[in-house]
Structure formats: structure tokens, C-alpha cells
């Protein structure tokens, strides 16, 4: 989708973060924007401060409720005109480990980050299909999609994210709308804090030991995100990812050589000759 002024993007998770910078980045080109976040007062901050740039509507919607997702779609195309646009962005960092994962955290975080996404693309595809016009989705993964390592639940969830998009990308092809799967490494935003303040989310019973362990990892994590690529980069990256209707957009090559080591090892497990 080359022309983006005056198109219609719905960017989830799109008060703070990588959604954010995605909404500045669109913003910039004269698309008119749809935030939607469970954080208000952050919506509340980015409407203000894009409102100076472009038309902004801003819904305080969990992407998990599918009825509310529906009623907000309806608004926000009646109040900004159809989505031509959608970026299925929002997503938490974290779960459980192996030793303390139970059905409640597996729920919330494939809850969030996959069925969050699919929820966008059967809230929107059908409408896309429907009016026959230009449209580009751009579902957010992670590097954590295309290798493991990063933990169990939250690499599970973003490998379906890379699955689905791959997927999706081929049977909306013949339809002209473009599919983008965004698969960052590290980069600068608050995820870590914002995952761990998320209302309702499952506790873990953790020893004093295991407190401090996982406080300790935790600030490693953070300082390692806190060195990562500026949101607004990547915002910069999707809306060239997106006229040029890339199926990968990646932000750096920091699992460049994890990527290599993976696709030769499936390769190897070919059985020779055939
Ligand atoms: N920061 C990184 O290093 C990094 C790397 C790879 C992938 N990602 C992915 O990028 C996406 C954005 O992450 P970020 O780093 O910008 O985090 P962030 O916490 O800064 O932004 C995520 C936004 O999504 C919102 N959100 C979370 N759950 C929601 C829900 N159920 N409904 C509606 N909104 C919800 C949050 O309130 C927040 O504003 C996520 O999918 C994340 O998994 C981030």
C-alpha cells in the first residue's frame, strides 16, 4: 500500500510502545488513527498529543472481548471512515515458567497476544473483503516468534502470530490485501513493567529465593529492552514494511545467527534423497 495519507489505521496497544511509534509514524504520512488500549490515561496522552497531527479516535478496549471489539469497530468506522489499515499490535511479556505455568497463565497470554490478534482479523477481514479496497494488516510477533528460547508460553503465542500471518498473507493475496508480520528484538518500551502492573493478571506463589531470582531477572530484562531499538524506529520500519508490502519486518540482527542454526536444523532432518 504505497499511499497511506488519508487511509484509516487501527492500532492496538496503541497508547504506548511499539504501538505508539507505529501511530506517529502513520501519523506523519496524514493517516487518520484509531487507538485502542486497556490503559486510559495513556490513551488519553497520545490522543492529545496526535490530535495536533491528524483526525484521532481512541477506544479503551481489551483486544480478549470479542463483543467490545465488534461495538468499537462500528464506532470508530463510523466516526473515521473504514479500516484500510490494521495493526494487531498489542501484547504482554510474560506467563510463567515451566515449573509454576498453570491454565490461567496460558489462557491470559495466548488470550492477549494470539487470540488478540485473531479477534482483530475476523473483527476487520470480512469488512476488508467485502468493500474490494487497498488494505495491509500488520500482525506484531517477536524475534520470539521465529526462535525459541525467550519462554515457553510467550514464544508459543508469537510463533502462532508468525504462522497465522504467513498464512493469512497467502488467502488475502488475491484479495490485494497485504499482510505484515513484525517480529522485533529488543526494543526500548515499558512491556516489562506494564506486563507485570496488567490488571488480573495470574499471580505465581513464589518461595523468598524465587522472589529475588525473578526480581533479578527482571532488572536484567529491563536493562536489556532499555538498550533496544527506540519505538519510534520501528514505527518508522512498519510503515515501510508496509508500502512495500513486506511479509517480514524485522528491527535488528540480533537472532540473525539463532535463525540460521534453526533453519539448518530443520534442513538436516530431511532425510537424505528426498
Ligand atoms: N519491546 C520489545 O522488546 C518487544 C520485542 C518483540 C515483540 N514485542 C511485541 O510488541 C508488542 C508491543 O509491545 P511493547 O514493547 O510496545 O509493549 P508496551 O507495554 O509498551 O505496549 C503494549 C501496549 O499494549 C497494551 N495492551 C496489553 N494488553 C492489552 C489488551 N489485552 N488489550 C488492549 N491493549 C493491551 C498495553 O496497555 C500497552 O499500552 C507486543 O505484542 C510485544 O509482545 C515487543
Known amino acids: 500500500m504505497e499511499r497511506i495519507e488519508g487511509k484509516t489505521a487501527f492500532i492496538t496497544g496503541g497508547a504506548r510502545g511499539i504501538g505508539l511509534g507505529i501511530a506517529r509514524a502513520f501519523a506523519r504520512e496524514g493517516a487518520k488513527l484509531i487507538l485502542v488500549d486497556i490503559d486510559e490515561a495513556a490513551l488519553k496522552a497520545a490522543r492529545a498529543e496526535l490530535s495536533e497531527r491528524t483526525s484521532v479516535e481512541t477506544f479503551a ?14 464506532e470508530a468506522e463510523a466516526r473515521l471512515g473504514p479500516v484500510s489499515i490494521l495493526c494487531n499490535n498489542a501484547g504482554v511479556a510474560g ?22 490478534v485473531i479477534n482483530g482479523v475476523q473483527t476487520f477481514v470480512p469488512r476488508m473483503i467485502k468493500r474490494k479496497t487497498a488494505a495491509h494488516i500488520v500482525n506484531t510477533a517477536s524475534g520470539a516468534g521465529l526462535v525459541a528460547g525467550v519462554g515457553l508460553l510467550y514464544n508459543t503465542s508469537k510463533f502462532a502470530v508468525v504462522g497465522l500471518s504467513e498464512a493469512l498473507r497467502g488467502e488475502l493475496e488475491p484479495f490485494g490485501i497485504g499482510v505484515s508480520v513484525l517480529c522485533p528484538g529488543p526494543v ?34 529491563s536493562d536489556y529492552l532499555s538498550k533496544g531499538v527506540p519505538p519510534d524506529e520501528v514505527g518508522r520500519m512498519v510503515l515501510a514494511g508496509v508500502k512495500a508490502n513486506r511479509l517480514y519486518i524485522l528491527t535488528d540482527r540480533v537472532i540473525g545467527s539463532f535463525i540460521t542454526a534453526r533453519t539448518k536444523a530443520i534442513l538436516d532432518a530431511i532425510p537424505a534423497g528426498s
Open 61 to 74: 478496549l481489551d483486544v480478549r472481548d470479542r463483543e467490545a471489539y465488534a461495538r468499537v469497530a462500528d
Open 95 to 116: 506467563g510463567a515458567g515451566v515449573t509454576h505455568m498453570t491454565y490461567a497463565h496460558w489462557d491470559w497470554v495466548m488470550g492477549i497476544n494470539l487470540n488478540g
Open 188 to 221: 526500548a518500551t515499558s512491556i516489562l513493567q506494564n506486563t507485570l502492573a496488567f490488571p488480573g493478571r495470574p499471580q505465581i506463589a513464589l518461595t523468598p529465593e524465587e522472589v529475588e531470582m525473578s526480581e533479578k531477572t527482571n532488572k536484567l530484562f
